[in-house]
């Protein structure tokens, strides 16, 4: 058995900067409120019609193949992490390895539906893969393009202000350093509040779970149906259902929970970490996971002010980013933690 590590790192945001003011131009919201709750100074938007999770996911990608010192035909297999694919189907696996012009290489490729835990889902799927020596180089990618799925009037406010674009990606080669790399990655959910943080439709729900009527599905005994309806669109069902006070009350819970478990597993205490880098769901959730686990803000990353919630995208884009600024040196134990829709959540510890 191997253990893997983290042997490129590369992130992509696009240009576009888009302030809380500029959202207050659509939606009855404030710069003041906005910070206030979430920390969210400005987020990126991707260029519609030219941009998309593939496109970002594979600048991202080249990055962090040029970080690891290898070539793109040396990739064995492709992660993806996304809840804004470009497709239905086929996922953006597929379109990564096209974007990244490695379809000869016919190499596997998988998508991951795990929202904002997507990241630590793949890494831990990737990780697997790697320790068992079936794979040498692991492209694991995370991005989002929000933009495109949002609400922009003032009834989608509670979402619309939290999210935004972009990308990250690392590439996982194995070592035979068993005191490095990725020492251990716990992985929960509980499906009960599913719909609490949500997009429902389109799907195949044809009202399961909460009605036909509310869908405008005919009931009938015909063999067939249709993934959205009108009345999905008259009504916006179309857009992310979000319970804020319960997404932020479960958060704060099992972020300390998993992460515990992983500190547990390993035999450290929270003081050991020397860099926690918490999935950006809000600038508050992980102000009060730091305190509770007693950590200085040196040992601590965030940048959801100035990209809000990327969602698979904010660990890799964060991770990368605080290596960048000299933030995680050789030796260093590094925590990664993410909770999101499902409810799903996980933890990752890294040796670097
Ligand atoms: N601008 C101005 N007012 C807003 C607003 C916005 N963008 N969004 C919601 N409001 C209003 C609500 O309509 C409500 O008004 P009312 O009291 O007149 O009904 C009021 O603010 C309070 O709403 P509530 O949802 O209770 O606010 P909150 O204090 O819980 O903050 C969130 C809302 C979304 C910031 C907060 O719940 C949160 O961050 N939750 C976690 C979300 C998260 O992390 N999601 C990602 C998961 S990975």
């Not at 003041?32 to 998309?52: N, S």
């Not at 193949?65 to 996304?82: C, L, P, R």
């Not at 929960?188 to 009605?211: R, V, W």
């Not at 035999?267 to 950590?295: C, E, K, W, Y």
């Amino acid at each position: 058995m191997y253990n893997s590590k983290i042997a490129g790192m590369g992130y992509y945001v696009p240009e576009k900067v888009v302030t809380n003011d500029d959202l207050a131009q659509y939606m009855d919201t404030s710069d003041d409120w906005i910070q206030e709750r979430t920390g969210i100074k400005e987020r990126r938007y991707a260029e519609k019609h030219k941009e998309t999770a593939t496109t970002m996911g594979a600048e991202a990608a080249k990055k962090a193949i040029a970080d690891a010192g290898i070539n793109k035909e040396d990739v064995d297999f492709i992660i993806f992490a996304t809840l804004s694919p470009d497709y239905f189907f086929p996922g953006c696996g597929v379109l990564v390895q096209r974007e990244l012009g490695i379809t000869d290489t016919e190499v596997g490729a998988i998508d991951i539906r795990n929202q904002c835990s997507g990241f630590i889902y793949s890494l831990s799927v990737a990780d697997q893969f790697v320790k068992t020596g079936m794979y040498k180089n692991v492209l694991v990618i995370g991005a989002e393009m929000h933009s495109m799925g949002l609400d922009f009037n003032t009834r989608g406010r509670n979402v619309t202000v939290i999210f935004g674009d972009g990308a990250g990606a690392v590439l996982l080669q194995p070592t035979e350093d068993n005191s490095k790399g990725v020492l251990t990655t716990h992985l929960h959910s509980n499906g009960t509040n599913a719909e609490e943080l949500a997009m429902i439709t389109p799907g195949s729900h044809g009202g399961y779970h909460l009605g036909l009527e509310q869908f405008g599905f005919p009931e009938d005994d015909k063999p067939g149906g249709i993934y959205i309806t009108q009345k999905m669109l008259d009504d916006h069902l179309i857009y992310p259902n979000m319970n804020g006070p319960l997404v932020f009350k479960t958060a704060v819970t099992k972020f300390p929970e998993v992460i515990k478990e992983a500190l547990d597993k390993t035999n450290h205490t929270a003081a050991d970490i020397d860099m926690l880098i918490p999935h950006q769901a809000n600038l508050r959730i992980s102000q009060f996971v730091q305190r509770m686990l007693g950590l200085n803000d040196d040992q601590v990353h965030n940048n959801i002010q100035k990209y809000g919630n990327t969602t698979a995208a904010s660990i890799p884009i964060a991770l990368c980013e605080a290596r960048d600024e000299g933030k995680i040196k050789e030796g260093d134990l590094v925590c990664l933690a993410a909770f999101g829709s499902g409810f799903t959540w996980g933890s990752a510890l890294i040796r670097w």
